[in-house]
């Protein structure tokens, strides 16, 4: 958390007082930490450095123009999962030949842009697609560049959700399936098979999911080889996770927040752990972080609205929810908060909640906290990933402000939604 930090008792990040920001745009507000983000950028890129690779940026975890752009300009590709996030990813200065698009829901005009912009690979995740895809190209009198995504069976024994690569999950290609299309799509006049892809899900912590990964996909390559196709690209998806629970029993208190922010494995590690194997294919590498990238740098600021006791519980009600910040409702997902202005005190023990009209509608349960009075701002950590891109408009709430912090500059990267916009249509 190399970038946020108390001054006294003020929340800073990089050198801008955070209270100023939510003073400034109001909340609730997204605020982002581009050191951070480059930071973590470098790191990832550094980690496989002794390979041909290219990081493909993960767009759904953040897909703030600005932020697309400041990735791109660092040499980021992109893993788009809709026509919008490739064209985000275009606009954003991203090359057409580093831009790869997954999705086991593919419309049809979805492949056919795919296909006329000639990405670097059509992510299929099914056998039907693969036919459809191989009719579009051939109704374009086109060769379409196809990576196959498999379903290599690796539990990353995380949240269901964001666990994609068990043999349940609606994601990828059996493995078996694969071998077989690996077979008839030889010398495919509309398909031309350049590359393989898995993704294992998401907030992994641990090395040997990767390691596993490694080892299936250099195995299936092999075979893809012998099978006489030329491969030019393994991509390994991301997935790798980030603390957002800080350590220990004094929780969220100002002493205690360090381990969150923090990356839950190295990416050295899981950069060595996937090679171990596939360094001997002598390919490219794609890896495809998300959250690793973006999360850490993300802050959401909100106001404390009224403080509420009833049926036995306190609770904190601020104006940001389940709208602005769906992990918590979704997931169960913990997010450490902190105030911008520290107050001394008793500590409290009470649920945040937001004002949406779902008793699902929490940013914490349970947590404790200082003293809090009406009008407090508070910072919600870890929320630069499936934060705003994650946001809704439900109960007719207009998106939050996003501004992004550099040194002591700041500025607003996306308007707050307009309430006209919501009966533009
Ligand atoms: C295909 C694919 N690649 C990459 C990612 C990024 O995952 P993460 O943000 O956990 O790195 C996702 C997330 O869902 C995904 O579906």
Known sequence: ?????????????????????????????????????????????????????????????????????????????????????????????????????????????????????????????????????ADIAARLQRRARVSLRINPDIDIHGHPYISTGRHQDKFGIAMDVARRLITEYRDHPHVQLVGLHAHLGSQIAQILPY?????????????????????????????????????????????????????????????????????????????????????????LLTRVLYLKETGGKRFVIVDAGMTELLRPSLYSAYHAIVPLQWREGEAIQADV??????????LARDRRLPPLQRGDLLAVLTAGAYGFSLSSNYNARPRPAEVLVKDDQHRLIRARGRLEALWAG
């Open 353 to 362: 909640v937001g004002p949406i009209c779902e008793s699902g509608d929490f």
């Open 1 to 133: 958390m190399q970038y946020l930090q108390y001054d006294r008792d003020d929340l800073v990040l990089e050198n801008v007082p955070v209270r100023q920001l939510a003073e400034e745009y109001g909340t609730p507000l997204y605020v982002y930490s581009e050191s951070q983000i480059r930071d973590n950028y470098r790191r990832m890129d550094e980690a496989f450095a002794g390979v041909p690779h290219r990081l493909c940026y993960a767009v759904k975890a953040n897909s703030n123009p600005e932020i697309l752009r400041l990735l791109a300009e660092m040499g980021a590709g992109a893993d788009a999962v809709s026509i919008g996030e490739m064209h985000l990813s275009l606009q954003a200065g991203v090359a057409p030949e580093n831009i790869v698009f997954a999705g086991v829901g593919k419309r049809d005009d979805e492949i056919e842009f795919a296909i006329q912009q000639n990405i670097r690979g059509l992510n299929v995740e099914s056998e039907m697609e693969l036919q459809v895809v």
């Open 211 to 299: 390691r596993k990964l490694g080892e299936v996909m250099y195995e299936l390559a092999s075979f893809t080889a012998q099978q006489g196709h030329r491969l030019e690209y393994i991509d390994v998806g991301g997935g790798l996770g980030v603390r957002y629970e800080p350590q220990g029993d004094e929780r969220h208190f100002r002493h205690d927040w360090q381990g969150v922010n923090e990356l839950a494995i190295e990416p050295k590690a899981v950069a060595d752990a996937l090679l171990a194997s596939l360094r001997q294919l002598e390919l490219p590498i794609l890896f495809e972080p998300g959250r690793a990238l973006v999360a850490n740098a993300g802050l």
